[in-house]
Protein backbone atom coordinates (compact mmCIF):
# COMPACT_ATOMS: atom_id res chain seq x y z
CA UNK A 1 0.00 0.00 0.00
CA UNK A 2 1.24 3.30 -0.63
CA UNK A 3 0.82 6.08 1.39
CA UNK A 4 0.43 9.85 0.25
CA UNK A 5 3.06 12.29 -0.04
CA UNK A 6 3.23 14.51 2.28
CA UNK A 7 3.44 18.39 1.87
CA UNK A 8 5.08 20.75 3.63
CA UNK A 9 3.27 23.17 5.56
CA UNK A 10 3.76 26.49 7.89
CA UNK A 11 1.64 28.65 10.19
CA UNK A 12 0.23 32.01 8.24
CA UNK A 13 1.80 34.55 10.79
CA UNK A 14 -2.04 36.35 9.88
CA UNK A 15 -5.01 33.78 11.10
CA UNK A 16 -2.90 31.07 12.86
CA UNK A 17 -3.92 28.49 10.29
CA UNK A 18 -1.63 25.91 8.48
CA UNK A 19 -1.47 26.53 5.06
CA UNK A 20 1.35 25.06 2.46
CA UNK A 21 4.75 26.30 2.07
CA UNK A 22 4.26 26.63 -1.47
CA UNK A 23 2.02 29.40 -1.01
CA UNK A 24 2.74 32.70 -1.27
CA UNK A 25 -0.34 34.30 0.17
CA UNK A 26 -2.96 32.89 2.84
CA UNK A 27 -5.49 31.03 1.41
CA UNK A 28 -7.92 32.03 4.65
CA UNK A 29 -6.63 35.62 5.09
CA UNK A 30 -4.69 36.66 2.27
CA UNK A 31 -1.81 38.04 4.06
CA UNK A 32 1.42 37.52 2.19
CA UNK A 33 3.61 34.74 3.25
CA UNK A 34 6.76 35.99 2.14
CA UNK A 35 9.22 39.15 2.52
CA UNK A 36 10.07 41.40 -0.02
CA UNK A 37 13.76 39.89 -0.04
CA UNK A 38 11.77 36.03 -1.15
CA UNK A 39 9.84 37.67 -3.75
CA UNK A 40 12.53 39.22 -5.59
CA UNK A 41 14.63 35.67 -5.55
CA UNK A 42 11.40 33.80 -6.26
CA UNK A 43 10.61 36.37 -9.30
CA UNK A 44 14.43 35.36 -10.58
CA UNK A 45 14.70 31.87 -9.77
CA UNK A 46 11.49 32.03 -11.86
CA UNK A 47 13.09 34.28 -15.02
CA UNK A 48 15.53 31.78 -14.67
CA UNK A 49 14.12 28.98 -15.13
CA UNK A 50 12.15 30.07 -17.71
CA UNK A 51 15.35 31.31 -19.70
CA UNK A 52 16.24 27.74 -19.36
CA UNK A 53 13.44 26.47 -20.79
CA UNK A 54 13.43 29.28 -24.31
CA UNK A 55 16.99 27.88 -24.41
CA UNK A 56 16.47 24.42 -24.27
CA UNK A 57 13.83 24.59 -26.60
CA UNK A 58 15.60 27.05 -29.08
CA UNK A 59 18.91 24.30 -28.82
CA UNK A 60 15.83 21.17 -29.40
CA UNK A 61 15.16 23.29 -32.66
CA UNK A 62 18.62 23.73 -33.86
CA UNK A 63 19.48 20.24 -33.88
CA UNK A 64 16.23 19.33 -35.53
CA UNK A 65 17.13 21.93 -38.33
CA UNK A 66 20.46 20.63 -38.40
CA UNK A 67 18.85 17.16 -39.15
CA UNK A 68 16.93 18.21 -41.42
CA UNK A 69 19.43 19.76 -43.15
CA UNK A 70 22.06 17.33 -43.44
CA UNK A 71 18.95 14.70 -44.38
CA UNK A 72 18.14 17.27 -47.50
CA UNK A 73 21.74 17.76 -48.26
CA UNK A 74 22.22 13.67 -48.54
CA UNK A 75 19.09 13.75 -51.12
CA UNK A 76 20.57 16.81 -52.85
CA UNK A 77 23.62 14.25 -53.62
CA UNK A 78 21.93 11.53 -55.10
CA UNK A 79 19.95 13.44 -57.06
CA UNK A 80 22.80 15.40 -58.65
CA UNK A 81 24.81 11.94 -58.85
CA UNK A 82 21.60 10.83 -60.80
CA UNK A 83 21.50 13.40 -62.94
CA UNK A 84 25.42 13.12 -63.63
CA UNK A 85 24.54 9.49 -64.57
CA UNK A 86 22.02 10.04 -66.63
CA UNK A 87 23.85 12.74 -69.34
Given at each position: ??????????????????I???????????????TD????????????RI??E??????????????????L???????????????
Amino acid sequence: MEFPKMTAVCVCGGCGRTIEKDYVFCPWCGRSRVTDEDCEEAVESAFERIEEEQLEKHFARLEKMEETLDNLEKELGVLALSMEMHK
